[in-house]
C-alpha cells in the first residue's frame, strides 16, 4: 500500500477562476484539509476577494482575505506548486508551457491537452495546437484509467463532462470486448452550467427553462478524447455517436447508452463482473442495483458517478446509463482527485 | 375537396376530467366554436362547476355553470353525441361499449383500444382486455395516418403522448424503406405532467425538479402500440428500443431516433422527400430547415410536432428529432384533431 | 348599450417586436380576428418572416409570408391604422410623434408616455422626455379604470406589469376610501420574462434558476406610474413602499399588498362590496372567494388577474393579493385589449 | 474564552429521519468529524440502509453499513447521548420524555418544545400539548440568542424555518427600540422542500413549478414562536403581519421585512451598528454592504443567513431582507450549531 501523506499542505493557484468550474474548484480548494490557495487570477474580478465575488465561497477564511489577481504564470509559479487553469481552450496552452518551465505542476481543465493528436485538435477544434510538443508529456486525467500516470504527471489534461460520463461506463465494456465498437451511441443530457457563464440569449433563463432540446447534432468536439481514449480501451479505433441535449436544471449529466453485445457480453455475469472489477474499490463510481436507474440529483454536488446497466432481451441490446455532476466529477471534483494523486494525498481527500 | 362543415355545433362529453389530460381536453373543448360541452365527469368533483375546479378555464362561459357529474353511460350518451374518455386504461373499456351501444361515438384517450391484438394487450398491461371484440372497430387516432378512417370511425383510440413523437417521425422512413427496422432506437424526454396528476413521492416538485432521470428500462407499454403501427408502415414485424426519461419541465416530449438508413436512405435528397410528401400539406406537422434543431418550448400549448433530421457522414446513421406537447399533440390536441374530423369540420379548427 | 363594431379588420403594425413582449404581440394579434397584421419592424430580424423568429407563432399563415422590415414611421403609417410600440422606453417617444402626425393610432407598450409629469418622468428616468407636448393628449391604458378615454385616444400608453398587479387591486379600495393611503405596501414577485430578453449574467439560468432575491431596493421606475395613478383614485398624493423580487418562473407577477383599512374599511362587506362593484363585469379580473388564493399559474397565457382579500384580526390589516401574466395582461393582452375598445370592437375578443 | 472539545466523538441517533430535514440532519451528522451516527428510526425504512435511502450519502461509510430500525425511546437512549427528533409536532413530545428520563439529551426540530406557553399552543396547534411540564426546560435553539443557553441545555428546541429568516434580522433592531413593534411586516418566500416529503397534489412538479402562490394567509403556525422570541426581545408583546409563500425552487427562504423606524432607527449609523454588534462575529450571519441584496441562491446548501437593509427615505421605512436555506439554517444545520455547541465543540465544525 502507498504511503499516504498527510502532514503538510500544497500552495496552488488558480488561473481564470471566474466561471462555473473556477468557481466550483475554488470551494472545493478552500475546504481542503491538504490544498493552501495562494493565487486566484481573473482579468475580470482583479482587486476583488474570492468571496466578493463568490458568496458561496464567503464563509472561508481564505476568501475574506485573497484577492483576485492578474499576475503572470512567473509570477504565479513563485507562489504556488500546482496550477489549476479554468480557462477556456485555447487560452490555457499559453499559460502551461511558461508555468511547466518555471517548475509549477499543471492541472488543465481545458480541453487543449487532452487530445493526444494535433491534427485531430485541428479538426475538432478549427486552429493549430498551441504546443504541440507538450501534448505527448500531458496525461488524461481520468483516475479510474490513468491513477498511476496521474500520480508522476507533471501535466494534467481533465476530461471533459460529457466524455467522463461516456468513459467510465464504456471502458471496461470495451476493454473486456463485451461489446461491438461500432455499435456505441451516447444520448447525453446537460444541465445549463456546462454551457458556461456566458452572457448569451440562448442560455437565459426564458429560453432554457421549461426546453428541451438537442444541440451540436452531429458532431461535439468531445468526440475527440471520446473516441480516442475508447480506441485506447478497444484496442482498435473507435467511432461513436453523440447526441448532447439541454435540459433545465443547474446541473448534472444523464448519458444513456445504446449498446450491442458481443456474444461474451449477452451473458449478464460477465458485464456485472467487468464493472465490478473495474470500480468496486472505486471511492467515486456508485454502481447501482438492478432495481435502481441514476438520477443525476443523487449526485449533484459530489464527485460520484452513478452506473447502472439493463439487457433488454427484447432487442438483444445492452443500455448503460450514468449519472454526474458536470462541475464535480465532470470537471473541478475531478481535478481535485488528480491533484490528490498528484501530491500523495488520499485520494478522496476533500472530496467526501 | 370535401366539403367542411361550419354550421352546426356537436354535443360532447368528457368522462373523467379531472387528470391533466382531461383538464387540457376540457379547455379546448371550452375554446372550439363547433363543439358544446354538455357533460363533464368526475366522481372527485361532481357538484363543481368546471371554473372552480380548472382555474385556467375559468373564463369560459360554459366553465361558470357547466357542474361535473357522476354520470351514467347512458346518462352521457343521451346528452352527447361524441364522448371522449380520458379515464385510466382498464376503465376507458368499460365506459366504451354502453356509450357505443347508446349510440354515441367515442374517443378514446386511454390505451385500452391502440393495440389490436388483445393477446399483445394482456403482454404489456398485465390483465386481459375488457373488450375484445371492440377492437376491430377502433380506428387509431393518428391523423396523419389514419386520417379517412378516423372520419368514419365510431370508436377512435387517439395514441400515446410517445408513440405520437415516434410514430410521425419515423413512419414516412420506414414505407419509403430508407432505413433498416431494427436499427431504431429512440430516446425520449418528457415533462412531468405525462406521469398524471398523481399524489406520489416520486413526482413531487423536490423529487423532480433539478432531476434527471431514466425509467421504465427496458419494456416501456408504449412500445405495443408503437410496434404495431410502426410493423403497419414496414410491412414486417418491428421491434425497437425506447428509453424514456423524466425532465424538470411541465410538458412537452423530446425524442432523438438513431437510425441506420438503407442504400437508398443514405441519400439526403430521399430524406427530405419523404418528409416533405407526407408533411408538407399537413397542418400541425413543422419540418424544421438544416439550421434549426427542434425545442419544445416551440410547441408546447400547440397541436404542432416539429420534426428535424440529420444525416451524420461519421458513423453513416441518420438522426431524427421531434418535439410536440404530450398534452397536446400528445393527447388531447390530437383527440380534438380527430373529433374534427368525425364530425366533418376543418381539422385544425379550435386548435391554432 | 355600443354597437360592436365585427366585420371589418384593422390593419395594425408593431414596431420594435424582437423582445418577449413584442413575441406576445404578434401572437395575439396573429390569433385576432379582427386585426390584419401589416408591419413587423426589428433592426436585428429584418428580411426574415415572423414565423421564422418566432416559432411559437410558425403555424398562423401570416406569420409564414410576412417579414420583418426596418420600415420608417412614414412608411409604417402608409401601411397600417394602428401601430403598437414594443420599444425600449426612449426609443417609443421617437415613434410615436410621426406616427401620429401621419394619422396612425398608437398604443405604447413602453413607458414613454405612462407619466403625465414631464418632470417625473425625468426623476425616474434620468433623462429629459422627448415629447412632453404629448403627455397631456396620451391615455393611460388601463381599461377598467379609463375604458371610455381609451375608445376615443389616439395615443395609448400601456400600463407597465408591476403597475398593473398594483393599481387594479388598490383603486377601488382608495376611491372607496377603505384604506389609508401612507400604509401602502406592494410586495411583488416577477417572472424573469419580466427583465426582457437581454443578454446578461443576471439573467442567466443558472443565475436565476433556484434562486430567489429582491432588486431595485427601495426606488423602482414604476412607482411613478403606480403613484400618480393612485393619486387620482384616492385624490390626494400617495406615495408607497414598493418591492419587486425576481422568481424562477418565466411568467407571472404574483403581488402582496399590506393595507391598514379606514374605519370603513374594516367592514369586510365594504370591501366585498367595492370590488364587485368595480369589477363583476369585468371579462378579466377575477375576484376570488373566501377559500381561494390568487396562484400565477391559473392566469399565465390568459389575460386575467386574480385578486383576494383577507382581513387579518390580528393585526386589523387588510391583506390584498393579486396573480396576473406580465406579459399579457401586464403587457400585450392589455395592449389588445386597448386596441379592441380603441377599434369599437368587443372588448374580449382574441384575448379568451 | 472556552476550552474547545476536539479530541472525541458524541454518539448520536436521528429519530424518524425520512424526510427532507432527516436526510439533510443525517448528511449533516455523517460528515461531522465529532458526531457518531449510531442510530437512525424510520418505521417506513426500517432494515433497509442509510445509503440504499439517501442514495446522497451514500458515499459515507457508515451510510453503507448503518440500518433504520424502528428502537424504541429506551433503546435509543441506551444507544445514543444526545438525540435529534425529525418527528412531525405532536410526535416529537412523545418521545422527548422518556428520552430525557433515560438521560439523553434532546435536540428536536418540530414545533414541540418551540412555545413556551402551552395555551398559545394549543391555540396555533388546536389541540393540548402533550408534556407542558417540560415547556420550562426547553431552550429556543437560536444559538445567536440562546448561546449560553444552549450549551447547558438537556432539551433545545430548534426554531422553525420562517422563524429563523424573520428573528435573525429583527431582534437586533427591537432589542435596540430602532423599530416601532406594531409596525412588522414579514413578506416570505419558500421553496417547496418546507412543505416536507409528502404525498400530496399540491406539491407535485406540474402544480408548484411556474407557480407562484401565496398560502397561510393571515394566520400561519409559525407566528406563535416568532412573536414570542419577538416580545422578548422588545420588552413588550409583539403582534406582527406574516405571509408565506411558495414558490418553485427545492430550498431556500427570502424574505423581506417592512419596518417603521422610531426616531433612533432614522439613523442609518444605529442601524448598521445594531446589526454589527449582534453579528458581527457570528460565524453564520454574513451582513451585506450596500451594494449587495440577499439572494438564496448564495446560502443553499451552507449554514450562512445573509441579512441587508436600505433605508427609503421616500416612505421613511426601513427595508430588511434575509436570505437561509430553509433545511440547513432553517432546520437541520442550526440543529448541529446547536449540538456542536452543547457538547462544547467549535460552534462552526462540521458545517462549513
Redesign the interface.
Known amino acids: 500500500m502507498r504511503a499516504v501523506k498527510t502532514g503538510e499542505k500544497t500552495r496552488v493557484a488558480v488561473v481564470g477562476a471566474s466561471g462555473?468550474t473556477g468557481e466550483e474548484l475554488v470551494r472545493l480548494l478552500l475546504?481542503h484539509p491538504h490544498a493552501e490557495l495562494v493565487v486566484a487570477t481573473s482579468r475580470q474580478f482583479a482587486g476583488r476577494t474570492l468571496g466578493e465575488v463568490f458568496?458561496?465561497a464567503?464563509?472561508?477564511p481564505t476568501a475574506k482575505t485573497l484577492k483576485f489577481t492578474d499576475a503572470s504564470p512567473a509570477q504565479i509559479a513563485a507562489e504556488a506548486q500546482l496550477v489549476f487553469l479554468a480557462l477556456p481552450h485555447g487560452v490555457a496552452v499559453e499559460f502551461a508551457a511558461p508555468l511547466l518551465d518555471a517548475g509549477a505542476r499543471v492541472v488543465d481543465l481545458s480541453a487543449d491537452f487532452r487530445v493526444k493528436d494535433a491534427t485531430v485538435y485541428r479538426e475538432f477544434y478549427g486552429h493549430e495546437h498551441g504546443a504541440p510538443d507538450l501534448l505527448a508529456d500531458a496525461v488524461y486525467g481520468l483516475p479510474e484509467v490513468y491513477r498511476d500516470k496521474i500520480r508522476e504527471a507533471r501535466l494534467v489534461a481533465c476530461p471533459g463532462c460529457y466524455p467522463t460520463s461516456i468513459l467510465l461506463p464504456v471502458i471496461p465494456l470495451l476493454r473486456e470486448k463485451l461489446i461491438k465498437p461500432?455499435s456505441i451511441?451516447a444520448?447525453s443530457?446537460s444541465?445549463?452550467?456546462g454551457a458556461g457563464?456566458?452572457?448569451?440569449?440562448d442560455?437565459?433563463?426564458?429560453?432554457?427553462?421549461?426546453?428541451?432540446?438537442?444541440?451540436g447534432?452531429?458532431?461535439h468536439r468531445h468526440?475527440s478524447e471520446i473516441e480516442q481514449e475508447l480506441s485506447v480501451a478497444a484496442g482498435t479505433t473507435v467511432?461513436?455517436?453523440f447526441?448532447p441535449?439541454l435540459?433545465?436544471?443547474?446541473?448534472?449529466i444523464?448519458t444513456?447508452l445504446?449498446l450491442a453485445p458481443t456474444e461474451a457480453g449477452q451473458d449478464p455475469k460477465r458485464i456485472e463482473a467487468a464493472f465490478r472489477e473495474s470500480y468496486a474499490d472505486e471511492?467515486?463510481v456508485?454502481l447501482l442495483d438492478d432495481k435502481t436507474?441514476?438520477?443525476?440529483?443523487?449526485?449533484?454536488?459530489?464527485n460520484?458517478i452513478?452506473i447502472a446497466w439493463?439487457?433488454?432481451p427484447?432487442?438483444g441490446?445492452l443500455?448503460v446509463?450514468s449519472?454526474e455532476d458536470n462541475l464535480v466529477k465532470g470537471a473541478s471534483g475531478q481535478a481535485v482527485q488528480c491533484f490528490n494523486l498528484m501530491c500523495g494525498y488520499e485520494e478522496s481527500v476533500g472530496l467526501?
Open positions: 462555473y475546504r458568496p458561496r464567503a464563509s472561508y461500432p451511441i444520448n443530457l444541465g445549463v452550467s457563464r456566458k452572457a448569451e440569449l442560455y437565459l433563463f426564458v429560453e432554457c427553462n421549461e426546453s428541451v432540446r438537442p444541440y447534432v452531429p458532431k468526440l467511432t461513436i455517436q447526441t441535449h435540459v433545465p436544471v443547474n446541473r448534472g444523464l444513456t445504446y471511492p467515486f456508485r436507474l441514476p438520477d443525476t440529483k443523487n449526485v449533484v454536488g459530489s460520484v452513478e439493463r439487457h433488454d427484447r432487442t441490446r443500455i446509463m449519472a467526501i
